[in-house]
């Protein structure tokens, strides 16, 4: 990408991502956290699919996540509905690897992990809450693909995976999301085992040699990200400015993955924006140790799932006569 192209970008991610984030802001401001975070990572996940994938499949996922919303927040107490629920929602995002997008959609589960883990608005009672919640997160999702595509931002697409490896890939994240998400649930770890889950659906990849890379660097950048973390301590007490700071990290976490610098660097600054999310409704201090104690336990699961398939991939690679498996 050239330096002027790389530019304009990088302006309109800014823009973008500010405009996005203001219905958070917002509630932030008016004392909603928990809602605050929930319209948060709806509009990222808008934002992200819109930039990855284009407006139509965008609408779609932001269709598909408020409608898992509604279903997920229901059946949270209930582990096996509730690990099912997050873990098709992963499996339908991992197919689309074929068409290189998945990346781009991997929010969506992410999201839905993170509301099935620890419903919102509990102040309400149900259905209102979970009709409340899934119209937050499509309003949400919404607005931000509306800004995204009005503004022409568009970030190219992955590799394509052929239909048999994203069908594998699928169902080998759909596997450790549905056990992951049912532990999660059977012992109410919150928002920290949400963390392990989304820490799954990021280093799990099409391709195993992609995975491994993926996992050491995610462990490190989670570490170097807990730090930086940890330096908003101060502000705790003032929601909107915990939240405002996690918009800026979620802008470097874009640039750097955008640029092409190394995961770990993008992982360093992804962990602290939704550990700022995250803590606007509570303490900083305890998210961010929960995160990093989830992060790490869920990379050394990935990374057994990994070594326990290895022999299948690589068979599969040599008898295609593949290098990358």
Request: glycine fraction near 8%.
């Given at each position: ?52 994938a ?17 279903v997920?927040i ?37 999201t ?18 979970a ?22 931002a568009?970030l ?7 239909r048999s490896?994203?069908?594998?890939y ?7 999301v ?56 101060l ?20 640039v ?43 990379v ?26």
């Amino acid at each position: 990408m050239s330096a002027p192209v790389r530019t304009r970008v990088l302006g309109l991610l800014a823009l973008v991502l500010v405009v996005a984030l203001v219905p958070g802001l917002v509630l932030a401001a008016l004392g909603y956290s928990d809602g605050a975070t929930l319209v948060a990572l709806g509009a990222l996940a808008g934002l992200l699919a819109c930039l990855m994938a284009g407006w139509r499949i965008a609408l779609l996922a932001v269709v598909g996540l408020a409608c898992a919303t509604a279903v997920a927040i229901p059946v949270a107490g209930t582990p096996w509905a509730a690990a099912t629920v997050v873990a098709a929602a992963s499996a339908a995002v991992a197919l689309t690897s074929q068409r290189g997008i998945s990346a781009g959609l991997i929010l969506a589960p992410i999201t839905l992990a993170f509301t099935a883990s620890d419903p919102p608005l509990d102040a309400l009672g149900e259905p209102e809450r979970a009709v409340v919640a899934a119209a937050g997160t499509l309003g949400a999702g919404l607005f931000a693909v509306a800004v995204t595509h009005l503004l022409h931002a568009r970030l190219p697409e992955g590799d394509h995976a052929s239909r048999s490896r994203a069908v594998t890939y699928a169902a080998m994240v759909s596997v450790l999301v549905w056990i992951a998400t049912w532990i999660v649930q059977l012992n109410d770890l919150g928002h920290a085992g949400a963390w392990a889950v989304m820490t799954i659906l990021l280093v799990v990849q099409p391709y195993l040699q992609d995975g491994s890379h993926i996992a050491v660097q995610r462990a490190l950048g989670t570490v170097v990200g807990f730090a930086i973390a940890l330096c908003f301590v101060l502000v705790s007490g003032v929601p909107i400015l915990v939240y405002a700071a996690g918009g800026l990290f979620a802008y470097l976490a874009l640039v750097f993955k955008l640029s092409g610098r190394p995961y770990w660097q993008f992982a360093a600054m992804l962990t602290p924006a939704v550990v700022l999310f995250e803590g606007a409704a509570g303490s900083l201090t305890t998210v961010a140790w929960e995160r990093l104690v989830a992060t790490l336990l869920a990379v050394l699961a990935s990374l057994a799932a990994m070594l326990l398939v290895r022999p299948l991939y690589l068979a599969h690679a040599q008898r295609r006569g593949l290098d990358r498996w």
